[in-house]
T-cell receptor
Framework: KNQVEQSPQSLIILEGKNCTLQCNYTVSPFSNLRWYKQDTGRGPVSLTIMTFSENTKSNGRYTATLDADTKQSSLHITASQLSDSASYICVVSFLRGGNMLTFGGGTRLMVKP | GAGVSQSPSNKVTEKGKDVELRCDPISGHTALYWYRQSLGQGLEFLIYFQGNSAPDKSGLPSDRFSAERTGGSVSTLTIQRTQQEDSAVYLC?????????????FGEGSRLTVL
């Protein structure tokens, strides 16, 4: 069964600090992995996409890593800002017909001043 | 419009009533998804449309839920005889499928409250 597990479920950090969110998956065959940011009361927005051959990708203060061998991804946030407070969702796509997406449960991040 | 549009943004209804939620995807996007998100929870897949193919309805929780996509564009999610446990935010997303699952563009959701 395709599964995506995220940790921690929730996290509180002080403004300016760094943090790392984890995503483990059992999806096969793997196509790509995306991290989405969902602000409270809004729809999720894509931050980054990782394909099988990519190890690291950055988008501003967000850096995603992918280890396809261990089926793990991380999202590192540098110098956190209050606006980073949101849910971060890991979504893994697999190579099949129909609905090809498996969602993680998300990590709720709160950045405090 | 430039993004995915959903309406209504908020809907309060009485238990037992039917509701319709609408989604206008991004023009040209062939894939359309409906998800449900209960308070503080992750996204729960409901249904997926791809072009003219038969929809993937495997996520619909009961036969009270149904969805249509007319002309490959606008979609309507219908919930019949609503129950209190149907209260949630219903999110629609569209994607331009070009050889594989692409980025999902989400609407802002329709918040349904069943009293």
């Amino acid at each position: 069964k395709n599964q995506v597990e995220q940790s921690p479920q929730s996290l509180i950090i002080l403004e300016g600090k760094n943090c790392t969110l984890q995503c483990n998956y059992t999806v096969s065959p793997f196509s790509n992995l995306r991290w989405y940011k969902q602000d409270t009361g809004r729809g999720p927005v894509s931050l980054t996409i990782m394909t099988f051959s990519e190890n690291t990708k950055s988008n501003g203060r967000y850096t995603a890593t992918l280890d396809a061998d261990t089926k793990q991804s991380s999202l590192h946030i540098t110098a956190s800002q209050l606006s980073d407070s949101a849910s971060y969702i890991c979504v893994v796509s697999f190579l099949r017909g129909g609905n090809m997406l498996t969602f993680g449960g998300g990590t709720r991040l709160m950045v405090k001043p | 419009g430039a993004g995915v549009s959903q309406s209504p943004s908020n809907k309060v209804t009485e238990k037992g009533k039917d509701v319709e939620l609408r989604c206008d995807p991004i023009s040209g996007h062939t894939a359309l998804y409906w998800y449900r998100q209960s308070l503080g929870q992750g996204l729960e897949f409901l249904i997926y449309f791809q072009g003219n193919s038969a929809p993937d309805k495997s996520g619909l929780p009961s036969d009270r839920f149904s969805a249509e996509r007319t002309g490959g564009s606008v979609s309507t999610l219908t919930i019949q005889r609503t129950q209190q446990e149907d209260s949630a935010v219903y999110l629609c997303a569209s994607s331009h499928k070009a050889g594989g699952p692409g980025e999902l563009f989400f609407g802002e959701g329709s918040r349904l409250t069943v009293l």
